[in-house]
């Protein structure tokens, strides 16, 4: 059974920076990538960010490009999320997951428990 352990959340006010970590343990998936996802009140879960299992390729949905940066320790089994320049839509649960396919990034059918980030104007 896979855990996802996500941490680093926390109050920051907006224009700082918050370093996200997510240790998977059990059934590891040793060729998946994995993604960052967050959900604020009220919206849907979405995508934020995507990296492959090799690293090579990394996806980040348009509003974090620039600010965000996904990174990976595969002997670690952890994957990080490097946020900087904050602003407060930034603020939601953030989750991590493997991802079944690169092209669709779907995430599999379970989840940890999500850290939160709220960022204050």
């Known amino acids: 059974q896979v855990q996802l352990v996500e941490s680093g959340g926390g109050l920051v006010q907006a224009g700082g920076s918050l370093r996200l970590s997510c240790a998977a343990s059990?059934?590891?998936?040793?060729?998946?990538?994995m993604g960052w996802f967050r959900q604020a009140p009220g919206k849907e879960r979405e995508l934020v960010a995507a990296?492959?299992?090799?690293?090579?390729?990394?996806y980040y949905t348009d509003s974090v490009k620039g600010r965000f940066t996904i990174s990976r320790d595969n002997a670690k089994n952890t994957v990080y999320l490097q946020m900087n320049s904050l602003k407060p839509e930034d603020t939601a649960v953030y989750y991590c997951?493997?991802?079944?396919?690169?092209?669709?990034?779907?995430?599999?059918?379970?989840w940890g428990q999500g850290t939160q980030v709220t960022v204050s104007s």
């Open positions: 059990g059934r590891t998936f040793s060729s998946l990538a």
């Open positions: 990296i492959s299992w090799g690293s090579s390729s990394r």
């Open positions: 997951n493997f991802l079944n396919g690169w092209t669709t990034k779907k995430p599999y059918d379970y």
